[in-house]
T-cell receptor, first 114, second 109 residues
């Protein structure tokens, strides 16, 4: 298993601003993922954070809106840029147990945009 | 059509009941399958992996039918603490996990 720390755990932000969410893992991992869970909905993959290269984004998500950093094998950040109320959601960092497909999640960052 | 579809629920059952959740997936190239549990305002946590041979963990039994692209989760002797949302998750060989919308279970005394 992996221990994943995310911060902030929650934030209330003004429209048009940006917020950076941090994810720290207690061990080196190859695959780190960022998910979004909108109110009452399931999880949607935003992107895969690759160490040493650009993140791989899923359809409907772009780097300008959700820039991601992955400076090493234990840390990643997700920025939600130029926020609007539609970005209000829980953002979850996740890591995969190698070769199993099993995922461990951080506790999530609950974002409210006014 | 969604890649992973689950019973919409909600399921409201009395303690001690047996309840079954169903899930279908559309990508025949899917390689691995899981059930996760998500409590209110918490992150999802792995409940169990699902194998073609079926697997059991205490009161929980998971089954996979690759021919029908169908996954199930059976909970026997339901406890109040089983109340949660259960997420069906399918993983392709490209390492991408797709989540179902979840089925909410409420176990009542």
């Amino acid at each position: 298993s992996a221990v994943i720390s995310q911060k902030p755990s929650r934030d209330i932000c003004q429209r048009g601003t940006s917020l950076t969410i941090q994810c720290q893992v207690d061990s080196q991992v190859t695959m780190m993922f960022w998910y979004r869970q909108q109110p009452g909905q399931s999880l949607t993959l935003i992107a895969t954070a690759n160490q040493g290269s650009e993140a791989t984004y899923e359809s409907g998500f772009v780097i300008d809106k959700f820039p991601i950093s992955r400076p090493n094998l234990t840390f990643s950040t997700l920025t939600v840029s130029n926020m609007s109320p539609e970005d209000s959601s829980i953002y979850l960092c996740s890591v995969e147990v190698p070769n199993t497909g099993e995922l461990f999640f951080g506790e999530g960052s609950r974002l409210t945009v006014l | 059509r969604k890649e992973v579809e689950q019973d919409p629920g909600p399921f409201n059952v009395p303690e001690g009941a047996t309840v079954a959740f169903n899930c279908t997936y559309s990508n025949s190239a899917s390689q691995s399958f899981f059930w996760y549990r998500q409590d209110c305002r918490k992150e999802p946590k792995l409940l169990m992996s699902v194998y073609s041979s079926g697997n059991e963990d205490g009161r929980f039994t998971a089954q996979l039918n690759r021919a029908s692209q169908y996954i199930s989760l059976l909970i026997r002797d339901s406890k109040l603490s089983d109340s949660a949302t259960y997420l069906c998750v399918v993983n392709t060989n490209a390492g991408k996990s797709t989540f179902g919308d979840g089925t909410t279970l409420t176990v009542k005394p």
